[in-house]
């Protein structure tokens, strides 16, 4: 079926939701008044639509190919991404002074969204670029940024990130790349590279790739890794492609979905590359770039989510079986159960990445630290509420279609197969929670308690007008945040024991919070009811998400792996 972007539900959102409004009284986005931003929402919406969403099958069914060393990309691509380029849409809020639209992160986070809800396979190509212009910014010499910055905005240029290797994971410190001061302000970098999406591609003229590498006196563990750029082919100061670089895909990886999206292993040999920051500082021009890709990877299973809902819902109202008021499926309770679950998770999730963008936005136009807090606090749970969303949401699709969504020609089984990576990639859902109960608490919880504060005092105020659904989200805050109390006395096994449920339980909060302005919002129509839903059917689930914190992490570890043994 078509995939249509959901632009009246952004809008929506924006204006009553997430306070987006607060972005645009600043001075630095003052020019992304709301006429601009409906205008750049309904054009990326008609890109989504018209180009990339007929692109989604192709993807699936005419893989991304290794073909003589070089990777032939699915049907349709190029002409796809060409589209994308130029619109512009890669560098949306990338600064103007090279080339970029300089709009705020919030309305690039609605943009990719809707690329990721038409063709996840596509979209990730652009995100990529986007994580790395953002690197480049913060971290990049003025000789750099001049280069590559220009190029990477157009289009003209892709990005990618190289950390993983056979041996290196998550545990990125133990990387063995190496990289040897060449004596000229270049350094030869050897080492291979795995799981590196959209390593290479046929529809842009240089692919410019970030590889994370250990200088040969450099310490063991992350302090020791420097960040390079390696492009594929070696650039001059003009931008004038010369050699090719020292580099190869050796191979594309065999996935379970993404078909369309080449997944290499990649081959540095010696590959001429230049520092970006001091060295050691890899890791930190990394995670910006990280950071910035988590917010997306979490935008990216909202967006499959919202694909898959639109496609499940199609067939429901669509397929004739058995008997109901309306003749076909979606008249029956427990489809009508999985719809609306899956729409109102969609509306949590996607909330939630928005508010992290407003909250990244803020931080940026005004320098103030509780706000920088926000976001950093929100990140974690955007990415993996988002993603698991996503997962839930594709899965539940599959099961709307009943026996038709096990077959592939319905298109069903692609949205979870696309989407389940995205939990896995920018940091396991597990690795977020860690770092939620870890690094996000070192604060004393100022950050999570500000947000409940903000919670519990707009419940409070919605009593007057929705007094059952606002104290049903007051009382969910109020145990949430006695959880968090509990939890910050706790050692950190204890709290890595049941970090996920604990941000699966803030998020199940988050998602009754944003459900009630949009209900206030919206009393008696389709938001407040499904608000409704969403308030009595979904926010209980926090009492028993909260219920397995408490229990730390005691019997856990006891479990042995003789226990765990087939």
Known sequence: MPYRSPVSEFTFLLDKVVGFSAVQGTERFAEATPDTVQAVLTEAG???????????????????????????????????????????WVAIAADPEHGGMGLPLTVATAVNEMMAGACLSLQLNPLLTQGQIE????HGDDAMKALYLPKLISGEWSGTMNLTEPQAGSDV??????????????????????????????????????????????????RGISLFMVPKYIPDADGNLGPANSLRVVSLEHKMGLHGSPTCVMSFEGATGWMIGAPGSGMKAMFTMMNNARLGVGGQGVGAAEGAYQHALAYANERVQGKSPERTIIGHADVRRMLATMKAEILAARSIALDCAVSLDMGRATGDA????????????????????????????????????????????????????TAIYEGTNGIQAMDMVGRKLMDGGEAAFRLLDEIE??????????????????????????????????DMANRFGTAVPF????????????????????????H???????ITRLLPEHSGLL?????GDAGLMEITPDDLAA
Request: aromatic residues 8%.
């Open 46 to 88: 008609k890109l989504c639509d018209e180009v990339m969403g007929p692109l989604q099958r192709n993807g699936d069914l005419d893989p991304a190919a290794l073909e003589n060393g070089v990777v032939r990309t699915s049907d349709g691509f190029a002409g796809g991404y060409e589209a994308i380029a130029e619109g512009g």
């Open 135 to 138: 690197a480049l910014e913060h």
């Open 173 to 222: 410190g133990a990387l063995t790349c190496k990289a040897v001061d060449n004596g000229d302000g270049t350094f030869a970098v050897t080492g291979q590279k795995i799981y590196i999406s959209w390593g290479d591609a046929d529809f842009v003229s240089n692919v410019c790739h970030l590889v994370l590498a250990r200088l040969p006196d450099a310490p063991a563990g992350t």
């Open 370 to 421: 509780d706000w920088q807090a926000r976001a950093a606090f929100l990140t974690p749970i955007a990415k993996a509420f988002g993603t698991d969303v996503g997962c839930a949401v594709s899965e539940m699709g599959v099961q709307v279609h009943g026996g038709m969504g096990f077959i592939e020609e319905t298109g069903a089984a692609q949205y979870y197969r696309d989407v389940r990576v």
């Open 457 to 490: 005092a707009e419940a409070e105020a919605a009593k007057a007008t929705l007094p059952d659904l606002a104290e049903a989200v007051w009382e969910a805050a109020e145990t949430l945040r006695e959880t968090a109390e509990w939890l910050l006395t706790q």
């Open 503 to 526: 941000l699966r339980a803030f998020a199940r909060v988050l998602g009754g919070h944003y459900h009630l302005r949009a209900a206030i919002a919206e009393p008696e129509g389709a």
């Open 528 to 534: 407040g009811r499904l608000a409704r839903f969403y």
């Open 547 to 551: 219920a397995h914190v408490r229990s």
